[in-house]
């Protein structure tokens, strides 16, 4: 396998093509049209991350006269047991409504009533804040104010490292896969889109990228960050939804709010429209009250349509045929549900990287937005949302801060230094243990070690075996081609992911949030003691991480 | 019999659009100028099958048989 080399240089590098990488292109040319803004995207900006078509529910959104800011924030404190930084949150529920009305003018569908109203569900026990969104073409809404936008785009461009030189980013290195070109990218900013830890926790089928959240981000996102000595956060929240069984795609919230109940192995109902906390029912399946399923046959004709409609057509296509193969019929049969595999998502729960209301981390010039960033159960809202924030506090920032003087030969030897590190890793052809077998033996360890219930003992083991995989991994990961250096790169990541969980876990010595962190050997919740941010951060090396505490952030802007 | 794989039937014209679409770089070309599930690290979003401009392309799920 043979590498080339080359540079570019952008004013604005964005790294991540979701919805969160896409908008903030979009935003940052809107603002300042001259400015140059790329973005570098694994995958194919099209179809790429956590939404493929479209999704049937903007899930944050403050609509004016229905709820309020106030009501938003303390049910959200409430979910999270009050580990919620409030501006960035705030943040996030003043300018949904914007949001909506943005992407409406983009020609996104929002369903209404008769009398004009916006398609209100309730989506867990209390507030009314998910939007219905019938749109399937989302993405491709999305993919054509990018073109216009005349942002360049370099698809099939994985990110491996970021560059920062004294507490400034200056640019990253990409690595084009299907060429084999790794780039030096110059930047005088940088936005970090790049998703969750979705690879992260095995599924129950063993199937490694059945994944409940795009599989696509190992956690490149969290790792590369962390590398470059940015602040991660929650990464003890170790979270897990009740999703399909075998399939993990997302129904529930859809048939919940149209009607549908959940029920256990007793028949008893556990879930249904004015019950529907996800994170309970994964607690009373923990407690050994299922299996669940989800029952439709008290619902009309009409509703079993529409719950069709919006599963089949909107955000999932695929589940159809799924249904037939299994020859299943919601009206007629029982769905079982099941915990998905663990993930780590600052979109769905509150890992991720640290930044505050203006997307900014503690590195200057980067800021953070998406699923990469912890703003606690932010979802498609906080994409877009920060995707606009960090536009524009990229474009403030290269407005002010200036050049940073960079040494002579300081890019050129980062550069050579990668260079180097990933020729080494190609040059693992005669390694004999191929990516799946090894990601497969990593998340098992996750699973069996690092999540609830959790102990000091299990965790230590487990910390112990993913340091152990990571020292072994150069000598036993085979890598013979372009796509598998992609896949020993993201298995690293995987394991810097697994090790900065294992040491949050570690260190929360208490139990929170139900299921999500039950530690045995502590299990009460110590508002005294615990109430705060454990936050990670790397220090010489992978050995010597600092780990800080962060008191949480009640009122007012930072 | 494959139990997780791509079906692609004739009508294929062989453009590679679903190779390239393929938010996780599972499919290649194959000599007969046919796209095959190369890795089979696919997370059945459809990518492929909806983009397939002949509509010669269905992904199915790992562990059912067909
Ligand atoms: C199945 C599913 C259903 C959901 N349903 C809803 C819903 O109904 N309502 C709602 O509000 N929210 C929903 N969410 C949440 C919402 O979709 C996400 O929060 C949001 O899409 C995250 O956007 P993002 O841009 O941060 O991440 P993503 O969309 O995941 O994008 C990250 C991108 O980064 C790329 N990438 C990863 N690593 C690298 C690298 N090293 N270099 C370059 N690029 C890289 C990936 O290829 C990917 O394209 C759902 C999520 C999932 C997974
Ligand atoms: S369904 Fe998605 S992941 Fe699977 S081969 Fe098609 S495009 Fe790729
Ligand atoms: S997109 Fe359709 S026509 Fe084109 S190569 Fe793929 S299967 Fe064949």
Redesign the interface.
Known sequence: MKLSLATMNTDILIIGGGCAGSMAAIRAKELAPDTSVCIME???I????SV??GMDALNVVIVPGVSSVSQYLNILKRKCCDLVDEAPSRVLAERSFQILKTLESWGVFFPKDDKGNYLLMQVDDEGRFCVGMDEPDLKLILAKKLRESKTTVL??TMVTKLLVYEDRVIGAIGLD?NEGKLILCEAKSIILANGSAGRFGLPN?G?????FD???NAGDGFSLAFRSGVKITGMEYTLRYPLIK??SIPLLNIVLTRGAKVINNRGEVVADQSRASVHRLIEEVDKGDGPFFIQMSHLSKAKICEIENVLFSTE???QR??WE??KMKFNRDLIELHPTEAQLCGGHGLSGVVINEFAETNIRGLFAAGDVSSVPMQHLTGAFVFGNVAAESAVKFIESAGNQKIPEKYLEEQFNFETKRIIGITNRVDNFIDNTQYEYKVRRVINEYLLSPKNAVSLNKGLGLILELREQLPLYLRVRSL?EL?KALELEYILDCAQMSAIASLTRQESRWGSIHKRSDFPNTDNENWLKHIDIQIGEDHSDIKVTFRSVQKEGRA | MNTFSIAVSDECIGCGLCV??????CLRMGKDEKPFM??????????C???CPVSCL???????V?
């Open positions: 694994k995958g194919h099209k179809r790429s991350g493929t078509m698809n099939r896969i089928t199937y490694l990228y059945g994944t795009f599989p696509g075998d399939l999932r296509p695929m045929r799924y193969l299994k796509h992609c | 390239d679409l393929c938010p996780l770089d190369n890795y089979s690290e696919c997370w059945y979003c459809g990518a099958e909806i983009e269905k992904v199915y799920f790992p562990f059912l067909y």
